[in-house]
């Protein structure tokens, strides 16, 4: 990837008042509850530098890029997964692709969502409309992906996603995501959050004897609807980031019922493994009459441009 640089010198101020990207890993409820915590404001600056995406698509492919960011730390050992977001509003969807080692990115279907009057406010449902959700997951030694789809109706990607988990994997999850912008479009905060509650483990409730003596949480339903309300009740995470704010205090304050503890914390940036060989190589296995049509061109240089994070590519004719 050619890293793009902020340009907005106030951006860049703003920005130099926010913490650094990092995620919090945590489990609570006596191992119950798992979560993680993303202060991505930087990681989604990144992401708009690179695309140079409007408010509407930073807004959309943001919260898309946030909940892909959150998939890394459910990940199992060297992972990849490809998130396709398909729906027939005018935004059409998009296509992330979070790795294990901890980068993201990906883009809109279309560049420019069609807008035919003023945004009134953040909802995105008008934008976005039925569709289908796809996920291909990869593991290292993987010959093929593994991959599950599941319909869509809720019109807003973070519930969208965790419709996907509680369908496919039987997993109730829920995410939030916010992206919190200046009166003049400039992302000045943005971060997700997802909670899992996990299945009490089988067969020991009735008998009893492995349940931990110390747990409040046997009951799932209860535990369902208080981790529920725990993540309804946070505020606004772009807002939160914005003003300074770390991951610890929000971690701690809001789910101090639970008693939770951060395990591991870790850097997710936007990135993207592209570069000059690997579309040289792509070029060089075109069709011959292709590769002719380019010598013929008269051009010296063709331009290439990745898909995942608008890079281009100078490629020296005479290289092919
Ligand atoms: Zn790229």
Request: one cysteine or more.
């Amino acid at each position: 990837m050619i890293k793009a640089d902020i340009i907005d010198k106030e951006l860049r101020e703003k920005l130099n008042n926010v913490a650094k990207d990092e995620m919090a890993v945590f489990v609570m409820a006596d191992g119950r509850i798992r979560g993680a915590l993303f202060n991505g404001t930087h990681f989604i600056n990144q992401m708009k530098a690179q695309h140079n995406t409007g408010i509407l698509e930073t807004y959309i492919l943001g919260q898309g890029m946030l909940c892909g960011a959150l998939l890394i730390p459910m990940m199992k050992g060297r992972e990849k997964v490809l998130w396709k977001y398909e729906v027939n509003g005018p935004a059409k969807g998009f296509m992330i692709e979070a790795d294990s080692v901890g980068t993201v990115h990906g883009f809109l279907t279309t560049d420019h969502i069609p807008i035919d009057k003023p945004l009134e406010n953040w909802n995105m449902a008008p934008f976005l409309g039925d569709g289908i959700i796809t996920m291909q997951r990869m593991q290292e030694n993987d010959k093929q992906p593994f991959s599950s789809s599941v319909d869509v109706h809720d019109k807003n990607i973070a519930m969208d996603l965790a419709t996907y988990f509680s369908m496919s994997q039987q997993i109730n999850t829920g995410f939030s995501t916010s992206i919190q912008m200046d009166n003049m479009g400039r992302v000045i905060g943005a971060g997700g959050i997802f909670l899992q509650v996990m299945p009490e483990t089988g067969g020991t409730k009735k008998i009893g004897a492995e349940v931990s003596s110390s747990s409040d949480w046997k009951d799932d339903e209860e535990l369902l609807q208080r981790a529920e309300m725990a993540l309804n009740a946070i505020p606004s995470l772009g807002g939160w980031f914005a003003e300074g704010n770390g991951l610890d205090n929000l971690i701690n304050g809001m789910f101090r019922e639970f008693k939770p503890t951060i395990a591991v914390r870790r850097d997710i940036t936007f990135d993207c493994p592209c570069n000059k060989e690997h579309y040289l190589k792509y070029i060089k296995t075109l069709p011959k009459s292709e590769i002719d049509s380019i010598k013929n061109s008269g051009e010296k240089f063709i331009e290439v441009q990745c898909h995942n994070c608008s890079s281009i590519y100078k490629i020296n004719v005479d290289e092919i």
